[in-house]
Each structure stands twice: as C-alpha cells, then as structure tokens.
C-alpha cells in the first residue's frame, strides 16, 4: 500500500465471527513467516484462498472480524497472501490493532449484502467509503488522521522510521 489510501480489488465475502483460527489455523504457527501466505484463511469458508487471491482483492466481512486469539501472524498472512483491505462491520480490538501496525488497511463499513464474490469495488480509506460495482458509494467508518498516516507509511514501524527521520533532520 505504500503511500496508497485507495484500494480497488475483486471482493471475498465471509460472514460473522471469523476467527483468528479461521484466518490462519493454528497448525500454521509453526511455520517461518514467509510461508504463513499459504495457509491465508485455510480455516475458513474458503480453505484454497490463498491459491486463489490475487494481489489487491478485498475481503468483506461481518460482526467481530479476527476475534479469537491475538496472534500477529492472522493480519500478516492475509497482508503476505497479497490481500489489499479487509472491509468488516466491526473488527475485534486486537487484530484491528495489528493490521494497522503492519499497514494493512481496514475499515468498518456494512457492506454485506451488497456485493459478491468477484465483484470490484473501490475503498477509498481518506474519505471513508466504498464504491460499489454499480457505482454507489457507501460510507463507512473513515479511519481517523493517526491511523490513516500509519497506513499510508506502510504500517507502524516504518511510520516511527519516518518521524525519527524528520526530527534528525530538523
């Protein structure tokens, strides 16, 4: 996402309470984090997404995503596996906060219902909204001004890079 603040992909729509045991199972933990992409929602209604995925698709989702256990590699799979947003009614607090830190853009937005499977939408995180296929735009939660200078940093770590940097060279 680098600099990016808008996201258009093909949608992946899952329903309510997908867990971080759904995102990435358990038995992937084990494995060097390079490889954690190919076991991207091997839990889910969608066992062969990560086979499927193609860089920038967008995951639509209901009530509570990532609840479950706080494990970092759930959001991290899903970023490696080439996803470019998750766009969910509501977000459970701890894999909200891990996406953001490794900038992989969120947002809260009912949007289920009104899109399927391949269809392409358009997430503009600035503004707060999703255009649709047939061109209606929703509003969702826009992301407040902190978050949004992470995401466009590329995630937590670089963002504090980033700040260090100026103040060297102030």
Request: hydrophobic share 45%.
């Amino acid at each position: 996402m680098d600099g990016k603040l808008t996201v258009c992909g093909r949608v992946w729509c899952l329903g309510d309470n997908i867990d971080t045991d759904q995102i990435l199972p358990g038995y992937a933990m084990a494995y060097p984090q390079e490889q954690l992409k190919f076991h991207a929602l091997a839990g889910s209604a969608i066992p062969d997404f990560a086979s499927r995925v193609n860089a920038g698709d967008i995951i639509i989702a209901g009530n509570n995503f990532g609840a479950g256990s706080s494990r970092e590699q759930a959001p991290v799979a899903l970023q490696a596996a080439g996803v470019g947003a998750i766009i969910a009614r509501s977000f459970a607090r701890i894999f909200r906060r891990n996406s953001i830190n490794i900038g992989l853009p969120i947002m809260a937005a009912d949007i289920i219902g009104k899109v399927k499977n391949g269809d392409e939408i358009i997430v503009d995180l600035a503004a707060g909204e999703v255009t649709l296929p047939d061109k209606t735009v929703i509003r969702g939660q826009r992301p407040g001004d902190n978050v949004l200078a992470i995401l466009q940093a590329g995630g937590l770590i670089p963002k504090v890079r980033q700040q260090l940097q100026q103040e060297r060279e102030e």
